[in-house]
């Protein structure tokens, strides 16, 4: 997957959320992306989203909530040992009690805490708050 893909989606959102709109279209999609897009939901960041032709270029409509306030992917993955992950949030994120960092490991695109709790390392995908 590009890099470049999943940060333009994530800063479609961005843009998105600070112009008061409901709902935004992102294309290119990719499985990364909608993985990304789960743990925002799961979190309580994003309403729902949906996946159209996923097999071709597809696209994914967003519902948005209003909560996000920043969100960027890196582009270039960088590794993190489980033990490494708490001093990488602090760097991240601008406090402890909101935000998340998304990690990609070999359990599965998870987010900080999650890999916290399973004691697993892998690459830095991105952060949203």
Known sequence: MGRRILNDALRAIVNAERRGKATVELQPISTVMSSFLNIMKYRGYIK?????????????????????????????????????????TVRALPTRQWGYVVITTPDGVLDHEEALRRNVGGQVLGYFH
């Open 48 to 88: 729902d989203f949906q996946l159209y032709d996923p097999h071709r270029v597809g696209k994914i409509k967003v519902e948005l909530l209003g909560r996000v306030n920043d969100c960027r992917a890196l582009t270039y993955r960088q590794d993190v040992r489980a033990r490494e992950i708490e001093g990488y």
